[in-house]
């Protein structure tokens, strides 16, 4: 038998866009004894979780919580405010987005897709994966449907597989100018706890979001954050659903409980990750990936080679897309790099396979865990053949440097 239990010597360097890295803190508060969901102690926890989890999402309105991975959550969202076959406008943004509309078929809904048209002439990757929402087609779109047959628009805040974030708020002001009542549903699975996110202000209906991206924790929980519209639409759907249902499982959480036995030890890690968000403060949150996204962007610029998001003010804060040169199969590329260094990077997904990986620098993640992120990618492109035009490690240091100031710390009081 072969030993599975060896593994290399040190950390494993886990820079996917999700799951990231899961800090000590919330492993152990993993390991606490599970309780009595339906006990007095359970009932302060699923308090604290409820408030602490709408601070995230700086909403004032109730957020449901799933113990459910982020697709769950996707189902969800539209579960509760549709009725069978309407009408959903999903806008392509990438890999996810895609997968999302896919699901809308599947559960009986008739999703048109709208995107940019168009492939760009230097990858011919489509224009619509490497820019952010174009708000002007969804609202031309929007003053078509004067039937208003469409019930939802559905965009993805953060396309994890592409590394761009798109302006929510701007989709917002379409549907209104457009004067459509159809909700916004939103998929910040990746976003929210790592890019700015304003579920209140922006005027989303349905947030969806997961744990094991920007909040740290392993998979397993997921999240729809919703509106006052969202709750009234859900009250008239004819959607059949049980386990989604919001109605069920807010009267529940009225009284800190759950219709169904909710998954105790993640919801103590959540604690500690709200309180680590809350603590750090989200615009320090925030503030931090930019600035390592920045320093992983000049990287691959000074290695030569090209960001897959084309919109420099859609640039993700959470993740950056590296396209590999033509003739380098980017996962030979991601192959070489975990054989040798230990480091885990994400595939090129759906129509970008093998044409490019994502460096993800969410959440755990500081300026040497990215340093050493980015050189295991460097001398992986270099082992892999990759003519590099100069050292985006060294690139990324002078940014660094130059950005760096004394760090917060915890002092006991
Ligand atoms: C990770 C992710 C998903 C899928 O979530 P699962 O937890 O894998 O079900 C959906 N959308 C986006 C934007 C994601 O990053």
Redesign the pocket.
Known sequence: MKNLNFHPAGRHFLHI??PSPVPDRLLRALSYPTIDHRGPEFALLARQVLSGIAQVFQTQHPVVIYP?????A?EAALVNVTNPGDEVLMYETGH?AS??SQLAARIGLKPEIVALPGNCSQTGFPNSWRRGVQADLIERRLREDSQHKIRAVCV??????TGVTSDIASVRRAIDAAGHPALLLV?????LGSADYRHDEWGVDVS?S?S??GLMLP?GI?FNALSERAIERSKLSTMPRSFWAWDEILQANQAGSWPYTPNTNMLYALVAAIDMLINEGLDSVFARHQRLATACRQAVHAWGLEVQCAEPSAYSPVLTGVVTPPDVDADGVRKIIYEHFNLSLGTGLGKLKGRMFRIGHLGECNDLSLLAALTGCEMGLRLAGVSLSGSGVSAAMTYLASTSSVQARYHAP
């Open positions: 866009p999700g459910a991975s982020g697709t769950g996707w996810f997968l999302w993805v805040h953060n396309e994890t597989s998929d910040t699975i990746s976003g969806i997961g094991q991206k998979p997921s």
